[in-house]
């Protein structure tokens, strides 16, 4: 599994929700450095104002992510309000 398809995978779990949570999804795409220290890196934003309702879906994205991405040896962070997308 790429960290491609992870993103999109991702991307998707969270758009099926984003309508009734208020919010947009946006990617996955590749990072601004999408290569680091040997690991390959993509982002998916959410955008929208209500935060509670971003932050749920991101909790539920993370608890349902967590076998999968242990399987795999892949990494998945969530900045909540970041203050750079680099």
């Known amino acids: 599994v790429t960290a491609r398809a ?3 995978d991702a991307a ?3 758009g099926s929700t984003a309508a009734a949570g208020g919010y947009q999804v946006l990617g996955p795409v590749s990072a601004p450095f999408s290569r ?3 690991w390959s890196r993509w982002q998916v ?3 929208g104002h209500d935060r509670t309702a971003m932050a749920g879906a991101a909790k539920d994205l993370s608890l349902g992510f967590d076998k999968k991405i ?3 040896g892949s990494r ?3 900045d909540v309000d970041p203050v750079s997308m680099l």
């Open 76 to 78: 998945m962070s969530i």
């Open 36 to 38: 680091l220290r040997g």
């Open 70 to 72: 242990r399987s795999t």
């Open 6 to 8: 992870l993103g999109k």
């Open 45 to 47: 934003l959410m955008k």
């Open 12 to 14: 998707k779990r969270l």
